[in-house]
């Protein structure tokens, strides 16, 4: 028998470099004694691996390098030799993982399905709680998973909140984002993570008006948010009141945003910050993050889109994509400055389906329309614009609250429910895709015109 120590509990690096040594050297899986260093678990009369020179890296498939970045993080002991069993069959048997009735593959899939779930629970589940501190705002979460997932999901927490110093706690292992590396740290409790911050309010407030007991259906909820979450959730401790009262609750739901006080909601930036951990809509789970609006707070003009594309939801920023492009020509062509503009979209995450290493936009649903209101009520709510511009038929629906049919009302004066006034026209990725040159310059004057139209009405002229 021969240990072989890894780093830590998913050191995928560290087992490929010892099972590689393993297979040159002959020594079957039942042969090695697996364990992480420092924890003292292993055999005592158990020598050490031997390290060798190996030739070659085993041929594998796509499919079990995938199953292994998971599979390694899962929190049963047998992991190892599950995959060094996978491996030397591999060898012999290529198509080996195509069989699922093999009583191997069928565990190594159970097991690698049981770790992305958890990897998906954590990225819905876990709740930041900012800290003033002397360097800046510092974002602190508390979250207690199954299997060993942390370092998988760094790289997730890193895309979506790159700009912002963060460190999420476990009990097993901490990770902290610095705004330019990633640090790994040791365990910690929960007595660690701040119990709550100024985002809190906002966060439950969002959850009250958003959440439907007429439509809930308590089983399904549960499942997908399981009561072990609950307690980590500042929205968690809600649910037994809201669904106490459903009926009740129905007719009791927080008055629409435009008639709140600013002061109730916070600011901008509060918004933003708590914008950021919206989970309550399907669209956060491939998003890269959510792109909130950006202009100054006293912005005459709002201009709201339909969602962030490819670039925006890379950049984390309104309009920076092609279609942005197309829309600051022709914003300076009408005579206004986007900087003086609040740019916003009714959506704010992206929405897309994947073909190759393209990612394909897909306009938003209602029902993806109607759970982003919140935040563009309250984006409104603390801006009181002079004027809402609505690019295209979604930015139409989440405003007025129907259909919209851009063609019959474009380029005329409307009013928003509570009265305000707003003006629509086409999104400029409509003039993207029009392949006729000539058609292309004449709509591309028209929309510029509209903006004109737009611009005027702001300006009370």
């Known amino acids: 028998m021969v240990r072989a120590e890894l780093a830590h509990p998913a050191d995928l690096d560290g087992f490929r470099h010892a099972v590689r040594r393993a297979l040159a050297l002959d020594i079957a899986p039942v042969d090695i004694d ?7 678990n292993g055999l005592m009369l158990a020598s050490p691996l031997p390290d060798c020179q190996v030739a070659t890296a085993p041929k594998v498939p796509r499919r079990f390098v995938e199953l292994a970045e998971l599979v390694i993080c899962h929190s049963d002991p047998a992991r190892f030799r599950l995959l060094h069993q996978a491996l030397v069959r591999l060898q012999a048997m290529p198509q080996l993982l195509e069989d699922r009735s093999d009583a191997l593959v069928d565990r190594m899939e159970t097991l690698a399905k049981s770790v992305s779930r958890d990897r998906h629970k954590m990225r819905a589940f876990v709740r930041f709680r900012e800290l003033q501190e002397p360097e800046g705002p510092h974002f602190i979460a508390w979250f207690e998973p199954d299997h060993h997932i942390v370092r998988l999901n760094c790289g997730f927490f890193i895309r979506r909140y790159a700009s912002q110093r963060w460190t999420i706690l476990t009990p097993e292992a901490s990770a902290h984002w610095d705004g ?33 007991p007429a439509r809930l259906k308590v089983k399904a909820m549960q499942a997908e948010m399981p009561k ?37 909601i916070g600011t901008l930036a509060q918004l933003k910050a708590a914008a950021s951990t919206c989970r309550l809509c399907p669209l956060h789970e491939q998003a890269t993050q959510t792109v909130f609006g950006e202009g100054p707070a006293d912005a005459r003009l709002m201009i709201v889109g339909e969602q962030p594309g490819d670039q925006e939801d890379l950049q984390g920023r309104p309009f920076v994509g092609p279609a942005g492009a197309m829309l600051d020509r022709a914003l300076a062509e009408a005579g206004i400055d986007r900087s003086q503009a609040w740019v916003t979209n009714a959506v704010k995450h992206f929405k897309f389906v994947a073909r190759g290493k393209r990612r394909i936009h897909e306009s938003p649903s209602p029902a ?16 009181k614009p002079g004027l809402v511009l609505m690019l295209g038929a979604s930015a139409g629906r989440a405003l007025l609250g129907r259909a919209v049919i851009v063609g019959k009302e474009r380029g005329k004066p ?33 929309f510029v015109e509209d903006l004109k139209a737009a611009r005027a009405m702001a300006d009370g002229q």
Not at 185 to 202: T, V
Not at 230 to 257: C, S, V
Not at 415 to 444: C, K, M, Q
């Open 368 to 383: 993806e329309i109607r759970a982003c209101r919140w935040w563009l009520d309250h984006e409104r709510a603390l801006l």
């Open 34 to 40: 697996w364990g992480i260093a420092g924890e003292g």
């Open 180 to 212: 330019s590396a990633l640090h790994m740290l040791p365990g910690a409790s929960k007595a660690d993570a701040p119990e709550s911050d100024s985002l809190e309010e906002i966060w439950k407030t969002y959850y009250a008006s958003t959440f439907n």
């Open 228 to 264: 072990k979450y609950w307690k980590n959730l500042p929205e968690a401790a809600l649910i037994p009141d809201l669904i106490a009262g459903a009926e009740a609750r129905m007719t009791q739901m927080i008055a629409p945003a435009e008639r709140e006080s600013p002061g109730a």
């Open 414 to 446: 409307l009013r928003l429910p509570d009265g305000a006034p707003a003006f629509l026209t086409v999104h400029p990725s409509y003039l993207l895709r029009i392949e006729n040159a000539a058609t292309a310059r004449a709509e591309y004057s028209r």
